[in-house]
């Protein structure tokens, strides 16, 4: 069968169904990270794989903000999971073309994303290659039970930390060559994309407390990433669209593209999560500590309804395109 | 600075230099795989990345071998360290035009090892590529001590398991085109090439048992990989040309050649270690259980010797080229 046919999620369920198990083995293929055991000991561990030329384009980031980047994706599975980042693994194939200048750059956008969040680089492999290829593995330290994407019941409410869709629209803006003025206002946007900020603290304490019942980060988009709870949970979810948090510079510069990148557009790095309603008012207040703003956007439905977006009147609105697969075309 | 002046090892020792550490980091960057703690628990985490074009030509490899392979290589590493694999991540770059059964061949491969090795498959990430890039972080479990680099004193036996330089004969030969006849000849040395054995058994003997002074596995040349060594445990050493163990296939095709493929070729995937002279009789019994051959090729010397190769009158032989450096031509 073509790659293109069995997508990337296909792929994943193929490859999970074969892979060799063994003791120790808390929580294996198909959540944001495994979760596994050593001796008395546990860890998370997640891994991410960037590619020039597929994730990213010199022409439009620097390599600072590729070295924060590649670092802060991880950190982001380790945060869905509820769990503190300890130690980072950092493979490099780089061009030839390359000088120890470019390379200093690099190391200094992943080790200050390193430091600030206390996470020790402790290996990895350098190597050549054609072109820029970055594979990063995190090893965090698991909260006393980790937050799975399989743990949602209907009439649990849904949560997105931040805002939805300034990556996507960022990247989508700075692709049409902007004149220098706009290029400055969407410099926001960009931001988000270029140096997203994984949502650490939000995670650890919404596990810690127990208020999370399911969690997962957007990075493929909002809809396809619910999509992914409601499977595992073996729930649907209602969202009202009138809920999604938007950033003043998304109102602004999304027009008549309207909530599609909020929706579909991925590589938020933003927190998507369920909790029980007996919980609102914990979740509330835990907005301040987590120093995120946590908006209520729907709730859990019975399976059988599906993924739906609602508008003011409790009308469905039609879906956009889900979101990212590496496969499809 | 142009990477081809600064090297892997300049490029490493520069990356080491700058890395962020924490509490709970062991060992580092700098030795065949790091070591970090988990709570009361603690871990062996190394990784490696093979690239298409760089690191193998499908032309050559099997997609099964290529599976056994990208396992093997860091099984090898966590063999060095005297642990023992529990858990592998495995990211992949995969080309558009491939489909499933060639994925599943790959799988194939990779699984199999892992199932022999009682390693599990946890994660990873799959995306779309130019070319194959294949990314595997392994973590295994320590013993009491694990071995390091830099545990050698002057005076010490150096050693090698199984035979040298048959990985990168069969690869120059099979490069020249070979005969079918002389294909199936040469079967023997490619197949190191293609399926190495990571020496799992010895390496944890060794640790377990406290024999090993210092270890490292042989995969950029016995004498780049002594180096290593030397460098870390601030020794030189001596090794006997006559000692250094050959293959029957090997001495029967490396003809004029000599042994510069045992001193210099890569990808072997044995282990070097040094080990006290009072511990001859205990290394030699534990060759039956690690079921691969141990030789003594020499011994530990002051660092200002630096490493020489003797001949069996004593007389330094001059020493070749040394082993794989990814940067320098």
């Known amino acids: ?9 296909g792929l994943i369920e193929r490859i999970r169904r074969s892979a060799p198990t063994r003791r120790g083995v808390r929580v294996g293929i198909g959540d944001d990270a495994a979760w596994v055991s050593h001796g008395s000991g546990s860890s998370l561990i997640t ?17 600072f903000a590729l070295g924060h980047k590649s670092l802060a994706v991880n950190l982001s599975d380790i945060a869905a999971m509820g769990g503190t980042p300890a130690y980072a693994v950092l493979s490099l194939g780089i061009p030839r073309h390359f000088d120890s200048k470019q390379i200093d750059e690099f ?36 909260p006393l039970r980790p937050v ?36 400055i206002s969407i410099a926001q946007l960009l931001a988000r ?16 407390r127990h208020l999370a019942t399911a969690m997962i ?14 499977k595992a949970s073996n729930t649907g979810a209602a969202i009202w669209h009138e809920q999604l948090p938007l950033s003043r510079a998304y109102r602004k510069f999304a027009a008549k593209d309207g909530t599609v990148w909020a929706l579909c557009g991925g590589e938020d790095y933003e927190l998507l999560f369920c909790a029980r309603r007996r919980a609102r008012a914990q979740i509330e207040k835990l907005q301040a500590l987590a120093r995120v703003k946590f908006t209520r956007i729907g709730s859990c439905v019975p ?26 075309k």
Not at 156 to 174: E, I, N, Q, W
Not at 219 to 224: M, R
Not at 303 to 328: C, E, S, V
């Open 1 to 9: 069968m073509k790659l293109s046919r069995l997508g990337e999620f």
């Open 47 to 63: 891994a991410d794989l960037l590619i020039e030329g597929i994730h990213f384009d010199l022409n439009w980031t620097s390599l």
């Open 107 to 142: 190391y200094r956008g992943f080790n200050a994303l390193a430091k600030k969040s206390d996470v020790a680089l402790i290996g990895g492999d350098t190597n050549m290659a054609k072109s820029l290829i970055i594979s990063v593995c995190v090893i965090g330290h698991p």
């Open 148 to 183: 799975r994407r399989s743990g949602a019941k209907v009439g649990d409410d849904v949560y997105v930390t931040g805002t939805l869709g300034d990556s996507a629209l960022g990247l989508k803006l700075v692709r049409q060559k902007p004149s220098r003025a706009k290029r």
């Open 193 to 208: 994309h270029h140096q997203p900020a994984p949502r650490l603290a939000a995670g650890a304490l919404l596990a810690r």
């Open 217 to 230: 980060d957007i990075s493929d988009g909002l809809l396809q990433d619910l999509g992914h709870i409601c």
């Open 303 to 328: 399976a059988n309804q599906r993924i739906t977006i609602l508008d003011h009147g409790g009308n469905p609105l039609p879906l956009p395109i889900k979101g990212h697969d590496h496969f499809k």
